[in-house]
């Protein structure tokens, strides 16, 4: 996919690798929408990408640790643009973002699950049109290797909690939310995968795990930029990716009852219809 002229929004890209790949895409000449919560730090982006020659982007301020914040950043790109040629979800907490405790949504729900996974899980369907519009298009969710089974009894893990188990289930939740919509979503010339950019990048998130980082944000984007425009993908869909290369996910991904239980409860929890 060649990048000029293209319209492409990524969720959490006023820092980390999501910064990095909003100014690449700028620099190639995309119509980059960037998302963040903080006004300050997506004006030093828009600068720095007007300053390299980039299109101006678009800012578009969301709290998607909540439906409501979702739904309105999803009200918001369908009103300003009647076409999207790329998603990137990759806005998403560690295990440990302000403490290891349990936290919950504005919504009630476990808090990781809910900005990993439901927010993108709402924010995909909300934007299917303009995707459809734009078709061929690409969705591209980032996720992890970093992957623990849902125990749907106890989905918003109210017993023997920990933050890193939480991360954990919610990447899951996004590579087997990945394969469903794949599916869903075949002839339409939409294609979505999931990808592990990198291990422990030097970003924010890892920085507040106390995580000692082990890459950097240029490869961890690197891998990103590679689902957004290669070549090599541009049929392929439904796939998890570990860096460069097609891996696979933990066995629950692969697992259709359990994939069918997690649209079930998504489409419950956020509202949409069947």
Do not use: C, W
């Amino acid at each position: 996919m060649r990048m000029k002229g293209k319209t492409v929004l990524i969720t959490g890209s006023t820092d980390g690798v999501g910064r990095y790949v909003a100014r690449r895409l700028a620099e190639e000449g995309a119509r980059v929408l960037i998302h963040g919560r903080d006004a300050a730090r997506a004006k030093i982006l828009s600068d720095e990408i007007v300053k390299a020659g980039g299109i101006a982007p678009t800012f578009y301020q969301a709290d998607l640790s909540s439906m409501s914040g979702t739904r309105a950043l999803a009200e918001a790109v369908t009103r300003d643009h009647q076409r999207l040629d790329v998603l990137v979800s990759n806005a998403g907490i560690g295990s440990q973002n302000d403490g290891p405790q349990r936290q919950v949504s504005a919504d009630g729900h476990e808090l990781r699950f809910a900005v990993n996974y439901l927010a993108g899980f709402l924010l995909v369907h909300l934007v299917l049109p303009l995707l459809k519009t734009a078709a061929p298009s690409r969705i591209i969710n980032v996720a992890s290797l970093g992957q623990h089974p849902i125990d749907f009894d106890d989905v918003m893990i109210t017993r023997s909690y920990s933050g890193s188990r939480a991360y954990a289930q919610s990447k899951l939740a996004q590579i087997m939310f990945t394969i469903d919509l794949a599916r869903e979503l075949k002839g339409t010339g939409i294609t979505v995968n999931a990808l592990h950019p990198a291990t422990y990048m030097n970003t924010t998130m890892v920085r507040a795990g106390g995580i000692t980082p082990m890459s950097t944000v240029e490869q961890g984007g690197t891998a990103i930029l590679h689902l957004v425009e290669g070549d090599d993908v541009a049929d392929r869909s439904g796939l998890f990716f570990n860096g460069m290369n097609e891996a696979r996910a933990n066995p629950q991904a692969y697992d259709a009852d359990a994939r069918k239980r997690l649209r079930a409860l998504s489409l419950e929890l956020t509202g949409l219809s069947p």
